[in-house]
C-alpha cells in the first residue's frame, strides 16, 4: 500500500541527532592591519588559521567595509550592485600557487547575479543592489529622501558593505579547515572610480575604510578532526575556473562579422561566454545593462571540425535557450528574475555550451582541449546598427578545475 511519507507512523521531517556546537560570526581585521582602500588598491585578504576543533562554514568568508565618496562630487552616488563593480581583479592563491585568476571579474559576476532570484535580489543590500533612491540616500548625496523606506533602511545597513568571496572553491567543497591547508589568499585589485561612482560631475572617488574579514565558524572536535583527516588523507576540490582571455572594441555600424577564438589547453572547456557593453560617458556607467548588438548566427568549430553544438549554427532564438541552460542551472523560471524580454534587451550574452551532458553536478563534462592548436573557433554574424557608438565585447572561457590536497599541501592542479 503507497501513502504519502509524511502519512507513514514513523516519519519526522527533521534530521535527528544533529551536529552541536558553538557557531560564532568572526569579524577581525584584514591580515597586515590594512584598514584603508581606494581605486586601484590590491587587497591582499589571507584566510586565517583558525583553532584546531573549528571549521569554517562554506558561504560565509566576506570583506567587509564602509564605503565613502572620498574626493567625489557631493551630488554622485554607487553603481548596481556595487560589492562585483569595486572588484575588477581576482586572484586566488594557496602556498603562492594560483589557482584561479579572473580579469574583468566584476563584469561576469554582475552579469551572473542578474539571473538569481528577484527575491534574492531585492534582499542584496550588503552587495548594493538597490534603487538609486536608496543609493543616494546611503551616499549622502545632496538632495537624497529624507523620510521614507530609503531613510528607515539606512539606519540599519548605513554605508556598510560586503564583498563576498563566493568563489565555488570555498563555497562548494564542504567545511573549510584551514589548519589543514595550506596559505589561502583572496588578492582584490580594486576598479577605477569611473566604474564604481555615477554622477554628472567628477570627481569619480571612493574609499574604502574599517576593513574587516568575515568568516563563520563552528567549534566541534569530531568534524574538525573528520575534515583534519580528509585533508591528510587526500581531498579533492572541484570548482569552476573562470579567464578572461580576450576584450577588445566595435563601431556599431561597421564590422557585421567576426571570426574569433580561444585555444585554451584544457582538461574540461565548459563554454565560452561573450559580453558586450556599449561604451557610454561613465558619468552614465550602467553596470548591470549589457548591450544587444544584434547577433543572429554564431557557428562552432572544436578541434578543427565544423558545425559544433547546432548542426546548421546557433541561431539568434537560441542564445536565450543556452544562456538559460547554463546560468540558471536548469530550475523552473519562476527562480530566477531573468526573462527572455530583459535577455534580449538589455542583459544579452552570447554562451556557447561545450559540455556533452546540461547537468551542473556532473564535474568534467566539458571538451579536452590539451595540445590543440586550433582550439574553438567562432564565426558571429550581425546586422549592423545605425550608430558610431563603440561597443565593447569581453570572452571568457570557464573551464571545470580540480585541486587535490593532501598531507595538508596541494598534491596537483587540474584545469
Known amino acids: 500500500m503507497a501513502v504519502q511519507p509524511r502519512l507513514e507512523p514513523g516519519y519526522t521531517k527533521y534530521e535527528l541527532e544533529a551536529l552541536k556546537g558553538d557557531r560564532t560570526v568572526n569579524r577581525v581585521t584584514l591580515t ?25 562554514v562554506p558561504g560565509t568568508l566576506a570583506v567587509r567595509f564602509n564605503l565613502n565618496m572620498g574626493t567625489s562630487d557631493a551630488g554622485n552616488y554607487l553603481v548596481d550592485n556595487v560589492s562585483r563593480a569595486l572588484v575588477k581583479e581576482m586572484k586566488i592563491a594557496i602556498d603562492g600557487v594560483e589557482i584561479q585568476t579572473t580579469s574583468d571579474y566584476d563584469d561576469y559576476k554582475t552579469y551572473k547575479d542578474l539571473w538569481l532570484s528577484k527575491e534574492k535580489r531585492d534582499n542584496m543590500l550588503s552587495e548594493g543592489i538597490q534603487s538609486v533612491d536608496q543609493s543616494k540616500v546611503r551616499c549622502g548625496t545632496s538632495g537624497a529622501k529624507t523620510s521614507g523606506v530609503e531613510v528607515m533602511l539606512n539606519k540599519h545597513y548605513s554605508n556598510r558593505y560586503k564583498i563576498w568571496l563566493d568563489d565555488e572553491f570555498v563555497t562548494d567543497n564542504g567545511s573549510l579547515f584551514t ?18 561612482v555615477k554622477g554628472s560631475t567628477g570627481p569619480y572617488d571612493y574609499i574604502l575604510e574599517n576593513l574587516e574579514l568575515e568568516y563563520t565558524t563552528i567549534k566541534n572536535s569530531t568534524l574538525a578532526a573528520r575534515a583534519r583527516e580528509w585533508y591528510k588523507v587526500g581531498k ?160 571568457y572561457e570557464i573551464s571545470d578545475a580540480q585541486v587535490n590536497i593532501a598531507d595538508h599541501k596541494i598534491k596537483n592542479h587540474y584545469v
Open 32 to 56: 597586515g592591519g590594512q584598514q584603508t582602500a581606494r581605486p586601484g588598491t590590491i587587497l591582499n585578504v589571507i584566510i586565517p588559521k583558525i583553532p584546531n576543533d573549528h571549521v569554517i
Open 179 to 196: 589548519p589543514g591547508l595550506g596559505k589561502l589568499t583572496f588578492n582584490i585589485t580594486l576598479a577605477d572610480g569611473k566604474e564604481v
Open 236 to 395: 579533492t576540490f572541484a570548482f569552476e575556473q573562470v579567464s578572461r582571455v580576450e576584450q577588445g572594441n566595435f563601431k556599431d555600424n561597421e564590422q557585421s562579422i567576426f571570426n574569433m577564438s580561444v585555444n585554451p589547453s584544457k582538461s574540461s572547456l565548459k563554454a565560452v561566454l561573450v559580453l558586450f557593453r556599449k561604451a557610454t560617458d561613465p558619468t552614465k556607467n550602467q553596470t548591470e545593462e549589457f548591450f544587444n548588438p544584434n547577433f543572429t548566427e554564431v557557428k562552432v568549430t572544436v578541434k578543427g571540425m565544423p558545425n559544433r553544438v547546432y548542426s546548421n549554427g546557433i541561431q539568434s532564438e537560441d542564445f536565450w535557450v543556452e544562456a538559460k541552460n547554463f546560468f540558471h542551472k536548469g530550475m523552473d523560471d519562476c527562480y530566477t528574475d531573468m526573462s527572455i524580454s530583459k535577455f534580449y534587451t538589455d542583459k544579452f550574452c552570447i554562451l556557447i555550451d561545450l559540455r556533452s551532458q546540461i547537468d551542473d553536478l556532473l564535474h568534467g563534462s566539458g571538451i579536452k582541449t590539451l595540445k590543440d592548436a586550433q582550439g574553438v573557433q567562432f564565426a558571429m554574424k550581425r546586422v549592423k546598427g545605425s550608430s558610431s557608438d563603440e561597443i565593447e565585447y569581453l570572452i
